[in-house]
Nanobody, 114 residues
Framework: QVQLVESGGGLVQPGGSLRLSCSASVSLFSFNAMAWYRQFPGKQRELVVRLPRWGSRIYADSVKGRFTASRDNAKNTIDLQMNNLKPEDTAVYYC????????WGQGTQVTVSS
């Protein structure tokens, strides 16, 4: 069974930084692409950034210039570096593997508050 495990969430003040990590139990190439999503209370999950096997990352407009995603195919991990965090970034962040059998992590809470 494929497992995606996120880590790195927490509480941070506005303007601060956090780094999220997602570790996959299988090769990242098992998926067509990896992605980070987030979910606000009472809302549907929304795409934060998509990391295809090859090519450019695709970021949501709301995080461009502040968030940077990376993938390490050798370690089967993806990271999300979040800088200049804002209260409106407060959400549960999910790692997602796209493919024939899509997979989701359990989510990690990010809270931006003073």
């Amino acid at each position: 069974q494929v497992q995606l495990v996120e880590s790195g969430g927490g509480l941070v003040q506005p303007g601060g930084s956090l780094r999220l990590s997602c570790s996959a139990s299988v090769s990242l190439f098992s998926f067509n692409a990896m992605a980070w999503y987030r979910q606000f209370p009472g809302k549907q999950r929304e795409l934060v950034v998509r990391l295809p096997r090859w090519g450019s990352r695709i970021y949501a407009d709301s995080v461009k210039g502040r968030f940077t995603a990376s993938r390490d195919n050798a370690k089967n991990t993806i990271d999300l570096q979040m800088n200049n965090l804002k209260p409106e970034d407060t959400a549960v962040y999910y790692c997602h593997g796209e493919g024939t059998t899509p997979s989701w992590g359990q989510g990690t809470q990010v809270t931006v508050s003073s």
